[in-house]
Nanobody, 121 residues
Framework: QVQLEESGGGLVQAGGSLRLSCTAS????????MGWYRQAPGKQRELVAM???????NYADSVKGRFTISRDNAENTAYLEMNSLKPDDTAVYYC???????????????WGQGTQVTVSS
């Protein structure tokens, strides 16, 4: 199994910054992509940003120019740098990873437990 551990959420004023981290551990053969999703109260979970093993990135339109996703492949860790935060960014942020399990070589998709980000106006 592959576990994801997130950290870095918290309370920040509008215009402020936060950095989220997500580290994968367990029976990992390879990780194809890591990303961040978020879910606000009463809303569906949505993709925020994704990064592949090769470094290609994809962002939600609402965060382009403000958020930056990066990755340390050697440490199986992804980061989400969030700048110019807005109250609309308030949500639970979930880390996601897709790859191959080292025991079976089957594909896995794992989720973190979520970390709360609250942006006050």
């Amino acid at each position: 199994q592959v576990q994801l551990e997130e950290s870095g959420g918290g309370l920040v004023q509008a215009g402020g910054s936060l950095r989220l981290s997500c580290t994968a551990s367990g029976s990992i053969f390879s990780i194809n992509a890591m990303g961040w999703y978020r879910q606000a109260p009463g809303k569906q979970r949505e993709l925020v940003a994704m990064i592949t093993a090769g470094g290609s990135t994809n962002y939600a339109d609402s965060v382009k120019g403000r958020f930056t996703i990066s990755r340390d492949n050697a440490e199986n860790t992804a980061y989400l740098e969030m700048n110019s935060l807005k109250p609309d960014d308030t949500a639970v942020y979930y880390c996601n990873a897709v790859g191959r399990d080292s025991d079976s070589l089957n594909y896995f998709r794992s989720w973190g437990q979520g970390t709360q980000v609250t942006v006050s106006s």
